[in-house]
């Protein structure tokens, strides 16, 4: 559920004031707005709105007037957690700054890049996250407190849609479900054993101190991370694959190599660089099989003669996706797809959400209709073969209650939690210290009445 008021909290920072001008140019500092006894500066507004910008936050009429009340709104939630003393794990908050960072510096291409980039060290930028999520985490808390009584009755969200305004109502594209099935081409044995052995031979180079792990990664592993010298970044066990994660936190010596690890993404070796309670951080080196093409037609060739046998009916599609698909995410669901929004998981899909090569595949079936084995590449990079069958198409249309109940429903609840969240917050100005400079009070467009008229 996204509701109007969760407030904006940077995650892209620029040190210093903006090249931006507001209200009273010439002025380097002030402070603009009382909140209470905490100020709100001009730096604070300018910096916020060119985070604002560079995550294409959608700003609502005039940035001087939009940021500043979003930052209010964020005192005057963040002074509610401290009074109902909500906490959050510095562990948690930990592990989701590692995780962000490690993004950025795959996006930067290096920690150099990124820094340079952010005009910020690695360290800073670390100070800046965790102070950002830990507040994001404590605001969403109180907001959740509020709204958590909030569950509509179907007759409820019949009479809040009976009310929309026609323009109001959501176009619901075209959406499918889709099952699948998928066969991986045989690698052949003496291919994995010969990459085990390439594997061994670097552990050995390492742990007999003839050559450094990082320079290893560097020159052979086929993972993202060798510019990185195969470092990953701090990670939570859920973080990693189960055989990674098994492996990186039993390692004790920084020094060592370990034994090869097969995962999905294929053949490791990995070594241990630091540990910090449930998050470890490592390197590794990566190889992956390779794919002959007589291999991958064989394996097409295989899955078409099963599309003959379903349609001769000798058994269902259904049948063949739980006894024959290697496809773990589906065959224990008879191959339908699925996948989780933020009101949890389901089996529609747009288009552009499905894989490109099923999105193809199904474009011109009909519900019932099965396509030809095409080849297509897991999350892994990995190619394997396919068979997709259409089981529903729902054509693009304005929603209604037949088809659409659960998103109007979402609906519902967000406009009831919204209503609830700005009377709660109206009450707070009503009993809060708040001073507005001249300059910065113009603002038709604020959502509450913050110079209390």
């Known amino acids: 559920m996204k509701i109007k008021t969760l407030l904006y909290i940077g995650v892209l920072?620029?040190?210093?004031?903006?090249?931006?001008?507001?209200?009273?140019?010439n002025v380097a500092e002030e402070v603009i707005w009382m909140?209470?006894?905490?100020?709100?500066?001009?730096?604070?507004v300018e910096s916020s709105w060119q985070e604002m910008r560079q995550e294409r936050y959608p700003?609502?009429?005039?940035?001087?007037?939009?940021?500043?009340?979003?930052?209010?709104?964020?005192?005057?939630?963040?002074?509610?957690?401290?009074?109902?003393?909500?906490?959050?794990?510095?562990?948690?908050i930990a592990a989701e700054v590692d995780s962000r960072i490690n993004e950025w510096v795959a996006q930067a291409g290096s920690r150099e890049n990124l820094e340079m980039y952010m005009?910020?060290?690695?360290?800073?930028?670390r100070q800046f996250l965790t102070e950002s999520m830990t507040n994001n985490y404590r605001v969403s808390e109180v907001q959740k407190s509020l709204v958590s009584k909030v569950k509509p009755t179907p007759a409820q969200v019949r009479r809040y849609f009976e009310r929309l305004p026609q323009d109001s109502i959501p176009f619901v594209p075209t959406q499918v479900e889709v099952q699948i099935i998928t066969l991986n081409p045989v690698i052949p044995r003496q291919q994995i054993d010969d990459i085990k052995e390439r594997l061994r031979g670097y552990a050995d180079r390492v742990n007999n101190g003839t050559s450094e792990f990082s320079t290893l990664a560097v020159l052979y592993s086929e993972d993202g991370s060798s510019a990185y010298g195969g470092e990953i970044g701090f990670r939570t066990r859920a973080g990693l694959a189960p055989e990674y994660a098994a492996m990186a936190f039993s390692l004790t010596d920084p020094k060592k190599a370990s034994a090869v690890v097969e995962t999905e993404y294929g053949f490791h070796i990995i070594q241990l660089i630091e540990k910090r309670g449930e998050r470890v951080n490592s390197r590794h080196i990566l190889l992956k099989p390779?794919?002959?093409?007589?291999?991958?037609?064989?394996a097409r060739l295989r899955l078409d003669?099963?599309?003959?046998?379903?349609?001769?009916?000798?058994?269902?599609?259904?049948?063949?996706?739980?006894?024959?698909?290697?496809?773990?995410?589906?065959r224990n669901n008879q191959g339908l797809m699925t996948q989780m929004t933020n009101t949890g998981t389901t089996s529609l899909f747009e288009m552009s959400q499905l894989p490109g090569e099923v999105a193809r595949a199904v474009a011109d079936l009909k519900p019932g209709q099965i396509s030809k084995a095409f080849v297509m590449k897991d999350r892994t990079g990995q190619?394997?073969?396919?068979?997709?069958?259409?089981?529903?198409?729902?054509?693009?249309?304005?929603?209604?209650?037949?088809?659409?109940?659960q998103l109007i429903?979402?609906?519902?609840?967000?406009?009831?939690?919204?209503?609830?969240?700005?009377?709660?917050?109206?009450?707070?100005?009503?009993?809060?210290?708040?001073?507005?400079?001249p300059g910065w009070q113009d603002c038709p467009n604020w959502r509450h009445n913050w110079l209390k008229k």
């Open 290 to 298: 390779k794919v002959d093409y007589k291999d991958l037609e064989a």
């Open 305 to 330: 003669s099963i599309r003959s046998d379903i349609l001769d009916e000798k058994f269902s599609f259904e049948d063949a996706a739980s006894y024959i698909s290697q496809d773990k995410d589906t």
């Open 119 to 125: 005009h910020k060290s690695l360290p800073e930028l």
């Open 13 to 25: 920072s620029v040190a210093g004031a903006v090249s931006a001008t507001g209200p009273e140019d």
């Open 409 to 437: 429903r979402n609906m519902a609840v967000a406009a009831e939690s919204q209503r609830i969240l700005d009377e709660w917050v109206d009450k707070k100005i009503s009993t809060t210290y708040i001073r507005i400079e």
């Open 59 to 92: 700003i609502i009429g005039d940035p001087y007037c939009f940021v500043p009340e979003q930052i209010a709104l964020e005192r005057i939630y963040l002074h509610q957690a401290d009074l109902d003393t909500i906490e959050v794990s510095p562990s948690q």
């Open 383 to 405: 190619d394997k073969v396919a068979i997709v069958k259409l089981k529903e198409r729902v054509e693009a249309h304005r929603a209604n209650m037949t088809n659409d109940y």
């Open 35 to 44: 909140i209470g006894d905490q100020p709100i500066w001009r730096s604070e």
